[in-house]
């Protein structure tokens, strides 16, 4: 049972986020699950160029970390995204690294996979945050067990007030057990389901100018 988490903030290692998904991959660990964070730092995952060319070929010709952190989600059981929050959304970073999922989106490339997300702020507004993330990885085909967040205006001094630590603590757990036991959660399969059918469709109208989707679709999910 592999977990990653991916960390969009550029304070890496040393910022609240990381601070808490540590915890969260604590809980994970103790489940027996093994764990990798990454760090979106610097231009490891650089933007979307818009150009069509993974939807067309599968991969995108940046050269950059994108196609190797892909790999380790692709080979993980569950993923962790956490951000920052930066003006009321997840950083740049985060976002540059949802960008260049736009394959796996059309793809539904993740799907079997369980999720968390992980939401620090100066002064708060992270539920929507945590939501968004948790909306990236249903469309992506991950479900995701729930999220957790923290105002470090209201943490005093170095730790993670005991409640919000076993909240993460125990969404670490969570994800693990709902990997092993392969739950299916009504709500977001519904919800996949009708993205699933949209992106069938979207594949049918586009299939001459993204053939490497159209054949993923053709191979993968029956499309005829
Ligand atoms: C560019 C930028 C934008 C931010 N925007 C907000 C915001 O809109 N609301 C808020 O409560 N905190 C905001 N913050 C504060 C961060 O969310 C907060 O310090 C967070 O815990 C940083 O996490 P990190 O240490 O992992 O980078 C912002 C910080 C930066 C640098």
Request: net charge neutral.
């Amino acid at each position: 049972m592999k977990i990653i988490a991916i960390i969009g903030s550029p304070h890496g290692e040393k910022g609240s986020t990381a601070k808490l998904t540590r915890l969260v991959l604590k809980g994970a660990e103790r489940e027996g699950a093994s764990t990798e964070t990454i760090y979106l730092q610097g231009d490891s995952v650089l933007p979307c160029l818009g150009c069509d060319y993974c939807h067309k070929k599968g991969s995108c010709f940046q050269k950059d970390s994108f196609e190797e952190i892909r790999r380790s989600v692709l080979e993980s059981d569950g993923l962790v995204l956490a951000s920052p929050n930066y003006i009321s959304n997840v950083s740049a970073q985060m976002k540059a690294f949802m960008d260049r999922c736009s394959g796996m989106v059309h793809c539904i490339g993740f799907q079997g996979k369980y999720g968390a997300s992980v939401v620090t702020s100066g002064g708060g507004d992270e539920e929507p945050i945590a939501d968004y993330m948790n909306h990236f990885m249903m469309i992506t085909g991950i479900q995701s067990v729930g999220s957790v967040w923290a105002t470090m205006r209201l943490v005093p001094g170095d730790e993670f007030p005991q409640d919000i630590a076993t909240r993460a603590i125990d969404l670490g757990k969570r994800l693990v057990s709902a990997s092993k036991n392969k739950e299916v959660f009504p709500e977001i399969r519904k919800k996949m389901d009708a993205f699933e059918q949209r992106m069938r469709t979207l594949m049918q109208y586009r299939k001459d100018e993204w053939p490497y989707e159209y054949e993923y679709w053709k191979k993968f999910k029956d499309l005829r």
